[in-house]
């Protein structure tokens, strides 16, 4: 069985300042792992993936994450928050399910940057 | 590239109606899954198709279908509306075929609103 939590439904920083997500999967196998970002009223969109290659994976916009087996823990960084980083992010785990592929989706984060 | 389109962007219906919404994927992807979202269960995976066939579904009634056209092309079906259906659902393609699992390239949404 797969599943994944955000371990925070709101985070608030100053602009200018470090960004911590954090997510925790659980999974029987390895899964690949996503974060996405959606800003209001608008679709997902990709902002990295970890397929079983490198352990710290980079993404777009600054943003970059870090694979750990061992905490079952996939938590996003970005070293200095920018206005336009507020939004929600969504922790993913994709795998194999009987006949196709499973999404699982966090709860989501939703990420205030203040000025 | 021409992004995933979903259409109708909005739309309004009252009880009891039914609702047909329509997703155009990337170009050379195959794979079409679609998701509801709402304030108060997140996302949640409705069903997927690859090669016009259905290959995963979530936990919703029968009153939820799909279908995917031999273009790749995927329309979802919403009968007997209830008031609890109102949400985005969101579309997604992916290139992945059986073996993998690649990314998920989201529409911007159709939102539905059920008086």
């Known amino acids: 069985a797969q599943s994944v939590t955000q371990l925070d439904s709101h985070v608030s920083v100053s602009e200018g300042t470090p960004v911590l997500l954090r997510c925790n999967y659980s999974s029987s196998y390895s899964p690949s792992l996503f974060w996405y970002v959606q800003h209001p009223n608008k679709g997902l969109q990709l902002l990295l993936k970890?397929?079983?290659?490198?352990?710290l994976v980079k993404g777009i916009n600054g943003f970059e994450a870090e694979f750990k087996k061992s905490e079952t823990s996939f938590h996003l960084t970005k070293p200095s928050a920018h206005m336009s980083d507020a939004a929600e992010y969504f922790c993913v785990v994709r795998g194999p399910y009987t006949g196709g592929f499973k999404t699982i989706f966090g709860a989501g984060t939703r990420l205030f940057v203040k000025a | 590239k021409a992004g995933v389109t979903q259409t109708p962007r909005y739309l309004i219906k009252t009880r009891g109606q039914q609702v047909t919404l329509s997703c155009s994927p990337i170009s050379g992807h195959r794979s079409v899954s679609w998701y509801q979202q709402t304030p108060g269960q997140g996302l949640q995976f409705l069903f997927e198709?690859?090669?016009?066939?259905?290959?995963n579904k979530g936990n919703f009634p029968g009153r939820f279908s799909g279908r995917q056209f031999s273009n790749s092309r995927s329309e979802m079906n919403v009968s007997t509306l209830e008031l609890g259906d109102s949400a985005l659902y969101l579309c997604a393609s992916s290139f992945a075929g059986r073996t993998n699992t690649g990314e998920l390239f989201f529409g911007e949404g159709s939102r539905l609103t059920v008086l």
């Open positions: 970890y397929t079983s290659a490198a352990t």
């Open positions: 198709y690859f090669s016009e066939t259905q290959r």
